[in-house]
């Protein structure tokens, strides 16, 4: 299944800008050609501005202030680190409205070093306001946000995409993907959020544990009525965050969401120190402490507290 | 708001326009001369007001755009839309109070006819580009976009990689003006339109006070190019 998520949003996006004459595509090189199709048919909505990132979001602001609906794309740390002003102020200061998709996520192009790894995206967007901000962890999930985002008629929506995910789609058993919290397993002793790609990986490290595991395919807005329901009827209102971004990037929503409540929380997610490492995705989930056993080591001791 | 109460546009030509924007703007100084920055900017902004820009209060999808870049000193811009009737001229003497809608950079989602909130240089130009893509995507093929500039504001690389693109596209309802009082601090020598002219634009230069030469150089026609006029503006004098 992973790897798959990139090619799901060409061809999604593809059939959008067929029907949809408001949607626009704005590229920096990065993926440019797989829309070659796309382009040759809408020329003058699917626009590839060269290796150009400040330029990126600029045009996607001044497409919305023209009255499209405006799809940006790069790799994450090209989409939202690099140009982080102009998203400040050419998207939401304008009060434009845009559709940022990314790929790459924290550590999909593990061999390609810091600079192509972005675990910060989502710590980054949750510093502005008004952003729905969707971490799929299958491309099932992807699509449905994707269509979403391009159909409302406005609004910030950040897709990250990433080659990681899970078996089947968590986030639409039972019914469309709703931006809320889904039940995985009922436990009685802590409530696990687990975040997109990394659902499979955290079922497999918290078998036989009396938890309860949440999987979150979209964090902001974060489901505080979903958390808080959760941790009903338990005996302890103890919460693990486990993100495939910087640990800790959802710490205040949970603190938010349980202002009047005393908690326990383990916040997992990618370290803040700069892992000088190459190698797979998986070596860096595992030295990130993200694989099934660091995950059981470090869940079933705040367990034990 | 009726425009009856805040439009009394101000007459066609001259000296007259200038001495009652003057007024308008000592409405937020409380002083006739005014800061630097905003008078730098008063003549080119009255041209394209006044002769060159097809916008009204009522903003039509149709229009031209202007999105002022460089939005610092912006007392000449309220100024101006207020006398073309865009603001409530009692607007003005509250500039920069808490619940004002006038700051000290402008806000396009608290004063009418303002197309872009600035402030930070180095925004204005790529977010027109962006719009002048989307209005010919939409098949509004006569609204021109204009954007005014600094020469200090061209110090920041976003601005390049607009006018790089813009050029290489061809994006012909793109218009900018560029107004130089040589302050940017490293200066560009060879002279500001060099950079746009290597990317394929057209390039005008103007003097700044001279109306009739602006109108002129905003209005050349340069099909299949987007086109910059530099105006050039004295340094004040110390009796300014």
């Known amino acids: 299944m992973p790897g798959i998520m990139r090619e799901r949003f060409v061809e999604v996006t593809t059939d959008l800008l067929d029907r949809d004459e408001r949607l626009a595509l704005v590229t920096a090189d990065l993926s440019a050609k797989l829309f070659d199709r796309a382009r040759s048919r809408h020329p003058d909505r699917v626009l590839n501005l060269g290796i150009r990132e400040q330029l990126l979001i600029g045009v996607a ?5 023209a009255g499209l609906r405006p799809i940006a794309h790069s790799f994450a740390p090209f989409l939202v680190e690099r140009p982080f002003e102009q998203i400040k102020l050419d998207l939401n200061h304008q009060g434009a409205g845009a559709v940022l998709v990314s790929a790459g996520a924290s550590y999909d192009i593990a061999g390609g070093g810091r600079s192509h790894q972005a ?10 306001p008004d952003w729905t ?5 299958h491309p099932d999930e992807a699509e449905q946000q994707l269509r979403t985002a ?45 975040v997109g790609p990394l659902a499979d990986t955290v079922l497999e490290a918290t078998a036989g544990l009396d938890v309860t595991v949440l999987y979150a395919a979209t964090v902001r807005p974060f489901d505080a009525t979903g958390l808080r329901a959760a941790l009903d009827g338990q005996r302890e209102a103890a919460v693990v965050l486990v993100e495939p971004y910087l640990a800790g990037t959802s710490s ?6 349980l202002v009047d409540l005393p908690h326990r929380l383990l916040a997992l997610g990618v370290g803040h120190d700069e892992l000088r490492n190459y190698g797979s995705p998986r070596q860096h989930a595992i030295a990130h402490g993200l694989g099934p056993a660091g995950l059981r080591l470090r869940i079933s001791r705040f367990l034990a507290h | 708001m009726t425009m009856t109460r805040t439009s009394r546009p101000v007459g066609s030509d001259g000296r007259a326009d200038l001495s009652e924007l003057n007024a308008l703007m000592a409405q937020m100084t409380g002083d006739e001369k005014h800061s630097w920055a905003a008078t730098s900017t008063l003549d080119v902004l009255w041209v394209l007001y006044d002769r060159v820009l097809r916008v009204t209060p009522e903003m039509a999808e149709d229009r031209d755009r202007f999105f002022l870049s460089k939005g610092h000193g912006p007392m000449a811009y309220y100024a101006v839309l207020a006398a073309r009737g865009f603001l409530a001229r009692e607007e003005l003497p509250r500039f920069g109070v ?31 580009v962006g719009t002048a893509l989307g209005l010919r995507a939409r098949g509004l093929a006569d609204s021109d976009v204009w954007v005014l500039l600094g020469d200090g504001e061209l110090d ?12 290489r596209v061809g994006l012909d309802r793109l218009k900018v003006v560029v107004i130089d009082n040589a302050s940017a601090s490293h200066g560009w020598p060879g002279g500001i339109e060099a950079r746009f002219a290597v990317e394929g634009w057209s390039t005008a230069r103007a003097d700044a006070r001279d109306h009739g030469a602006l109108e002129a150089a905003f209005k050349e026609h340069s099909p299949g190019r987007p086109h910059v006029v530099v105006a050039e503006v004295e340094e004040p004098s110390s009796s300014h």
Not at chain 1, 119 to 128: C, E, H, K, R, Y
């Open chain 1, 61 to 65: 602001g001044g497409l919305s202030l």
């Open chain 1, 119 to 128: 675990p910060g995206d989502v710590a980054l967007l949750s510093t502005l």
């Open chain 1, 133 to 137: 901000v969707h971490v799929p962890g």
């Open chain 1, 150 to 194: 391009a159909a409302a008629a406005d609004g910030l929506v950040y897709l990250r995409l990433s080659n990681q995910g899970n078996a089947r789609a968590h986030g639409l058993v039972g019914g469309a993907a709703t931006g809320r919290l889904r039940v995985l397993r009922e436990g009685g002793a802590a409530t696990v959020v687990a």
């Open chain 1, 252 to 257: 205040a929503e949970v603190a938010r969401a």
């Open chain 2, 98 to 128: 808490f619940r004002s809608p006038l700051g000290h950079h402008p806000d396009r989602m608290l004063v009418p006819g303002v197309e872009i909130s600035s402030g930070s240089l180095g925004h204005g130009l790529p977010l027109a």
């Open chain 2, 156 to 167: 920041e690389g976003s601005n390049h990689e607009a006018i790089a693109y813009a050029g």
